[in-house]
């Protein structure tokens, strides 16, 4: 059997959603004649607890090595972003995290590496693999991975999640490191044999800022795993109207406001009882825009339910009859298209799609039917028209037209599962080792 090497930061019993691909990757590939190992962290600095969604693989295994965590730059970097007038006074712990992220390069696995590259080192001579496969988040398992491949001779696959330099680092205004950063993105996607991106928007970006990678390249997308949401049932008649958010809120790139305000809207022309209404949100809010909610009248109908397991995430998005998804117009966000968006699909339940139009996340919930389209706008016009939208779903809602969960095209439905991702990643090993 091929063997295979999996090189990621975050792997479960993390519960970080960097954890889920290298996992899934792992479970279904072994289908297609390869048998993999992941190399991964001990203790990879996850705020978000560990999972219970991910059962122990039989057939992988797993090498966890030391590591030496960081965990202070999440606690700078989460009072850096709040930007409410009484957080005036910790500015300075800002700059600080500024300082400190132009100093951790490629990110805050830099430390990881050495212990990585050590384990790598004995378990490739232990193993032989045929192909080293490394994936990101974080930029670091390509740094393991180059190394390696320089030392073995190995073909290495790259597989890039989110953007590192070009449309990240590069408008991020640092002085000292950038150019450390080009250098090492460069340097990875030059000596990759192949590069897999989360979607064609990224690979078409990269391949512009990259020409010589053009005819290595392949796109294989995050997904779900349909196993994880059987059975989906019906919800019972007289249930309130429920709109489901899982995440966390921040001003500018992921507001609350317009689909409060349009729910605001409603309420107030009495088009929709506020008693009609459960806004459920799982996740964090930034503390000015929670005091901005506070002063509609529809506030009243959200309840916050903190931070949920993932498990009890995909239970009560299949339980709601419309899940809210937000995606940025930033490029670094708009050109991919979420894991949380894969399990809101898995939930037979449509998404309320706050999303650039034209960009990946709209065309998959287009054609796959799961999505309705609005406008992420605080605009008079737009709140009007997303009103108008929802009071739409509201009267489908109150036909009991919601109750049952969607109805997809499964041939479409089934290129965004798991299993699929898999069999193509499993395609691309086969062409590396071919003779």
Request: hydrophobic content about 40%; glycine content about 4%; overall charge positive.
């Amino acid at each position: 059997m091929i063997e295979i090497i999996i090189i990621s930061y975050s792997y479960p019993p993390v519960n970080a959603p960097a954890a889920q691909r290298p996992y899934f990757f792992a479970k279904y590939i072994h289908k297609y004649g390869i048998r993999s190992s992941v190399l991964t962290s001990n203790s990879s600095d996850s705020s978000l607890g560990h999972s219970e969604w991910a059962t122990e693989l039989l057939m992988v295994e797993v090498i966890r090595t030391a590591n030496i965590r960081i965990d202070s730059l999440r606690t700078l970097k989460n009072k850096s972003l709040d930007k409410s007038p009484q957080k005036v006074g910790i500015q300075w712990k800002a700059k600080l995290y500024r300082l400190l992220s132009e100093l951790t390069i490629p990110d805050k696995g830099m430390l990881w590496i050495p212990f990585a590259l050590y384990r790598g080192i004995k378990q490739i001579r232990h193993r032989k693999p045929a192909i080293i496969f490394s994936t990101s988040p974080l930029f670091s398992n390509h740094i393991v991975a180059l190394m390696l491949k320089k030392i073995f001779k190995i073909p290495w696959i790259a597989d890039f999640r989110d953007f590192h330099y070009i449309e990240n680092i590069e408008s991020a205004g640092y002085q000292f490191s950038w150019r450390f950063h080009r250098l090492l993105e460069k340097k990875v996607l030059t000596l990759a044999d192949r590069v897999v991106f989360i979607s064609h928007s990224m690979k078409n970006i990269y391949t512009m800022h990259y020409p010589m990678i053009a005819n290595k390249t392949d796109v294989i997308y995050n997904g779900l795993d349909i196993m994880e949401y059987e059975p989906l049932l019906s919800i019972p008649q007289g249930k309130p109207f429920t709109i489901f958010y899982a995440g966390s809120f921040y001003a500018g790139e992921r507001s609350p406001l317009p689909l409060m305000l349009a729910l605001e809207h409603l309420v107030t022309t009495g088009e929709i009882p506020s008693k009609d209404i459960s806004v459920l949100i799982a996740g964090n809010i930034e503390k000015h825009l929670q005091e901005e909610l506070m002063k509609l009248q529809c506030y009243k109908a959200i309840n916050f339910l903190g931070i949920i397991s993932r498990k009890n995430v995909i239970d009560q998005a299949k339980k709601s009859h419309l899940l809210w998804l937000i995606i940025g117009n930033e490029v670094k966000h708009s050109a991919g298209f979420p894991v949380k968006g894969y399990e809101y699909m898995g939930a037979g339940r449509p998404i309320l799609a706050f999303v650039p139009p034209n960009t990946e996340a709209s065309d998959i919930l287009t054609a796959t039917g799961t999505g309705i389209m609005m406008e992420n706008s605080i605009e008079h016009n737009a709140v009007t028209k997303n009103a108008e939208t929802i009071r739409n779903v509201y009267l489908k809602y109150k036909a009991g037209e919601l109750n049952n969960p969607l109805s997809t095209n499964k041939e479409i439905f089934n290129l965004f599962t798991r299993q699929k991702q898999a069999e193509q990643l499993a395609t691309v090993v086969m062409q590396l080792i071919k003779p």
